[in-house]
């Protein structure tokens, strides 16, 4: 039966034995002892060996008043730059420049063929050659004109000096045909006396009439001549008018000649070439580039609150590459950058020997105040690659070594960004 079975409970493992893991504490008790005690004490006497006073001078850090500089960077440019080009449309002839090649004042550096414009240049002279041809054919018509002028106012001025005498030889012959008219008609004297009287007061008559005539007809020839004369000088001006309008003609096209030539307008260096010989060269359309090596000028942009420190005329200091040189402030642009509110400043820099190349990055120093500036002896810094320290002597005279950062130089000291305050001393070597 159920009640009659015997129930079995399980029997649980016995505990570990204390004695397996006993031998471990005291073998970790010993090793921390070791490391925490004794090893430290030994560490202590090793690297903290007894201090020595500094035997050696020292100097005192100074704190000074220098000026505040805004170093800004720019580019260098050439003060005069061209681009040349024709007026002409054609090949090109000769262009045997090469960028970076040296170039004088008027010296051609680029030909264009004119051949066109040469044969409508020889037209035209030739057309001023016959305007001149006409002018003098002109003059010669007025010398003939004159001429027959001066002979009608000859011939008029003789028949007028006879016209006194015809017209007396008439009185007297009317007179006499009168008076002989009428004694034959009283009887005194014979109808024949009368007679030849009366024919010959009919010839002084005729003489007077051929007279009046001729000098009528001398008076006409004197205002024709006139006429022709002026027509002929009128001829004269015109011929001017066509050997000015042909002369006009030829120095248009001759002067058009001179565009075939491309010359450097000032000494300077080709810096660009757009165009190769052989190619086809039209109006206005660049062929070189050319620089002036010797004037040039670095480009900066100044800072609207740094402006007013700049002044034209100025003279600044400049640095191009491991150059250190002087610049004069030659022009500020009244304008600013939208954007960075600044204002572009021109600092001319001579360049005799054309060492300086345009394109150069430079920097510019700015004095724009004062400022203080901890200031140390050059030569208590000593350098370990990159870093920078100095020994600095506690008030016990005992040495401290410490790293710090400079600046800028000023004369025999050195300017400490950090690491240093002023009245404080340090070691010199």
Same mark, same amino acid.
């Given at each position: 039966?159920?009640?009659?079975?015997?129930?079995?409970?399980?029997?649980?493992?016995?505990?570990?034995?204390?004695?397996?893991?006993?031998?471990?504490?005291?073998?970790?008790?010993?090793?921390?002892?070791?490391?925490?005690?004794?090893?430290?004490?030994?560490?202590?006497?090793?690297?903290?060996?007894?201090?020595?006073?500094?035997?050696?001078?020292?100097?005192?850090?100074?704190?000074?008043?220098?000026?505040?500089?805004?170093?800004?960077?720019?580019?260098?440019?050439?003060?005069?730059?061209?681009?040349?080009?024709?007026?002409?449309?054609?090949?090109?002839?000769?262009?045997?420049?090469?960028?970076?090649?040296?170039?004088?004042?008027?010296?051609?550096?680029?030909?264009?063929?004119?051949?066109?414009?040469?044969?409508?240049?020889?037209?035209?002279?030739?057309?001023?050659?016959?305007?001149?041809?006409?002018?003098?054919?002109?003059?010669?018509?007025?010398?003939?004109?004159?001429?027959?002028?001066?002979?009608?106012?000859?011939?008029?001025?003789?028949?007028?000096?006879?016209?006194?005498?015809?017209?007396?030889?008439?009185?007297?012959?009317?007179?006499?045909?009168?008076?002989?008219?009428?004694?034959?008609?009283?009887?005194?004297?014979?109808?024949?006396?009368?007679?030849? &009287? =009366? +024919?010959?007061? $009919?010839? @002084? *008559?005729?003489?007077?009439?051929?007279?009046? %005539?001729?000098?009528?007809? !001398? /008076? #006409?020839?004197?205002?024709? &001549? =006139? +006429?022709?004369? $002026?027509? @002929? *000088?009128?001829?004269?001006?015109?011929?001017? %008018?066509?050997?000015?309008? !042909? /002369? #006009?003609?030829?120095?248009?096209?001759?002067?058009?000649?001179?565009?075939?030539?491309?010359?450097?307008?000032?000494?300077?260096?080709?810096?660009?070439?757009?165009?190769?010989?052989?190619?086809?060269?039209?109006?206005?359309?660049?062929?070189?580039?050319?620089?002036?090596?010797?004037?040039?000028?670095?480009?900066?942009?100044?800072?609207?609150?740094?402006?007013?420190?700049?002044?034209?005329?100025?003279?600044?200091?400049?640095?191009?590459?491991?150059?250190?040189?002087?610049?004069?402030?030659?022009?500020?642009?009244?304008?600013?950058?939208?954007?960075?509110?600044?204002?572009?400043?021109?600092?001319?820099?001579?360049?005799?020997?054309?060492?300086?190349?345009?394109?150069?990055?430079?920097?510019?120093?700015?004095?724009?105040?004062?400022?203080?500036?901890?200031?140390?002896?050059?030569?208590?810094?000593?350098?370990?690659?990159?870093?920078?320290?100095?020994?600095?002597?506690?008030?016990?005279?005992?040495?401290?070594?410490?790293?710090?950062?400079?600046?800028?130089?000023?004369?025999?000291?050195?300017?400490?960004?950090?690491?240093?305050?002023?009245?404080?001393?340090?070691?010199?070597?």
């Amino acid at each position: 039966m159920a009640d009659d079975e015997e129930i079995t409970t399980p029997t649980p493992p016995p505990p570990p034995s204390r004695k397996k893991w006993g031998w471990l504490v005291p073998v970790l008790l010993a090793i921390l002892v070791y490391l925490l005690w004794p090893k430290e004490q030994h560490q202590e006497t090793v690297e903290r060996p007894a201090r020595e006073r500094w035997q050696g001078a020292t100097a005192r850090v100074e704190e000074r008043e220098l000026p505040r500089q805004l170093e800004l960077s720019g580019t260098l440019t050439s003060v005069r730059e061209a681009t040349l080009s024709t007026r002409l449309s054609g090949r090109l002839l000769e262009l045997t420049v090469e960028e970076g090649d040296r170039v004088n004042a008027g010296q051609v550096l680029a030909r264009v063929d004119t051949s066109d414009l040469e044969s409508r240049t020889a037209q035209a002279r030739a057309g001023e050659v016959v305007a001149q041809a006409g002018t003098v054919q002109a003059r010669a018509t007025v010398r003939t004109a004159q001429s027959g002028l001066e002979q009608a106012q000859a011939q008029l001025k003789a028949l007028e000096s006879q016209r006194g005498e015809v017209n007396a030889r008439l009185e007297l012959a009317r007179t006499e045909h009168q008076r002989q008219s009428f004694l034959a008609a009283e009887g005194a004297i014979a109808q024949q006396v009368a007679d030849r &009287a =009366r +024919a010959d007061f $009919e010839v @002084a *008559r005729s003489q007077q009439e051929q007279l009046e %005539a001729g000098l009528k007809r !001398a /008076r #006409a020839g004197v205002e024709a &001549a =006139r +006429a022709q004369l $002026e027509e @002929a *000088r009128m001829g004269i001006s015109s011929s001017q %008018a066509m050997v000015e309008q !042909a /002369r #006009a003609g030829t120095e248009a096209v001759a002067s058009n000649l001179s565009y075939g030539l491309v010359q450097a307008p000032f000494p300077g260096v080709v810096s660009r070439k757009f165009l190769r010989q052989g190619e086809l060269a039209t109006p206005g359309a660049p062929i070189l580039e050319i620089q002036d090596p010797y004037h040039l000028q670095l480009e900066v942009s100044v800072p609207e609150e740094a402006l007013e420190a700049v002044r034209p005329g100025q003279t600044l200091e400049l640095a191009l590459g491991s150059r250190k040189l002087r610049g004069r402030v030659r022009q500020i642009v009244p304008e600013a950058d939208p954007a960075s509110r600044s204002f572009t400043v021109k600092v001319a820099v001579e360049n005799p020997k054309a060492e300086l190349i345009p394109g150069m990055y430079g920097k510019l120093g700015l004095t724009t105040g004062k400022r203080q500036a901890v200031l140390v002896p050059s030569k208590a810094v000593s350098r370990r690659g990159q870093l920078q320290e100095v020994q600095v002597i506690d008030p016990e005279g005992y040495p401290e070594l410490r790293l710090i950062k400079t600046g800028q130089a000023q004369g025999e000291m050195l300017e400490v960004l950090s690491g240093l305050k002023a009245d404080e001393t340090v070691g010199l070597p």
